[in-house]
């Protein structure tokens, strides 16, 4: 356990898998992430499969769970007329959270979620710094002395992340920040910034750990050598699969979705544990997965650790 900027981890954290593709993979009538509440949706309608899925991880061998708000921001809530509240729904995520860690009678870690406020991978859609300052500060009222650490997710702007690590850091020892990147490039973040300027940008904060996340595996390897030379410490969660270029590259912010998930094949947990087993040799200190792992790859990573 670590509490000080720069101090080495002395253990592996493991995070649990990707919350969308799981939900869909157990029945839930998961609504298409670009025009709904996506996931948040669970929260309201299938709290208990949430708590489910938790102990699956958990089970599969996670030390750390993040809660389940990623996309119950105000507003992804408002743009698609929801007449829920993000605070609200906020808790009850954590909450959710917390029933699972108590179930499961394990000593485990729980990461408040602090999401990019609008869609994924959409830079270009964050709006004003007082409006994200006041996101992620009632975020870190609610999440205070209940969380173990703070996982900024899927960071799009330096901008971004670096309000996300400054409120993250004024109010929680542990602070991880992951970065996405952008497309198919592993050196880009998606605003087109450099990951490297991105990464030194928030060095200044009190941060524990700065990871990638919700890009193909072997294109996250690349992006992790960025990350590597910057950061103290490192950390991954990808999505279980590997580029595979198709037809022209596409683009644009409109086609955001079809940049990410177009050139994609499939991995296996299998796959995705030789992946895993290459970032922990890099030293990666904090390893899971996104979009469609399940527990299984989870466990895969867990046997690497014994
Ligand atoms: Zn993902």
């Known amino acids: 356990m670590i509490e000080k900027k720069g101090e080495i981890l002395s253990d592996l954290y493991i995070l649990d898998c990707g919350l969308g593709s799981e939900l869909k993979r157990k029945g839930f009538d998961l609504p298409d992430w670009t025009n ?4 948040a949706q669970a929260i309201i309608d299938e709290p208990d499969l949430i708590v489910e899925i938790h102990k699956d991880s958990i089970e599969a061998g996670s030390t750390v769970i993040t809660t389940s708000n990623y996309y ?10 929801s007449k829920f509240d993000y605070k ?3 808790e009850i995520a954590l909450t959710l959270a917390e029933r699972a860690v108590k179930q499961s009678g394990k000593d485990i870690m729980i990461a408040g979620c602090f999401p990019p406020i609008n869609v994924s991978f959409r830079p270009d859609l964050t709006p004003n710094k007082s409006e994200v300052e006041s996101f992620y500060e009632t975020l870190a ?3 205070k002395g209940r969380v173990d650490a703070i996982l900024c997710e899927t960071m799009a702007s330096i901008f971004e992340g670096e309000i ?3 409120v993250a850091s004024q109010h929680f020892k542990k602070v991880w920040l992951s970065w996405n990147t952008r497309g198919l490039n592993p050196s880009l973040i998606p605003s087109g910034e450099e990951l490297i300027q991105a990464a030194k940008s928030v060095s200044k904060f009190n941060l524990d750990c700065q990871l990638i996340n ?3 595996a072997d294109l996250i390897t690349e992006s992790l050598e960025i990350l590597k030379s910057v950061a103290s410490n490192i950390g991954v969660y990808a999505n279980s699969s590997i580029h595979t270029s198709r037809e022209k590259q596409l683009e644009s912010y409109e086609n955001i979705s079809e940049v990410h998930y177009h050139h994609q094949t499939e991995i296996s947990s299998d796959e995705y544990a030789e992946f895993a087993k290459k970032w922990i040799a890099m030293g990666c200190k904090i390893v899971g997965g996104c979009c469609t792992t399940t527990p299984d790859h989870i466990k895969k990573i867990a046997e690497l650790r014994s």
């Open 72 to 81: 119950a921001t105000p507003l992804i809530l408002k743009d698609k007329q």
């Open 214 to 216: 919700c890009a193909h």
């Open 36 to 39: 709904s509440i996506w996931s």
């Open 164 to 166: 996300a690590a400054d």
């Open 141 to 143: 009222e609610i999440y």
């Open 88 to 90: 609200e729904l906020s």
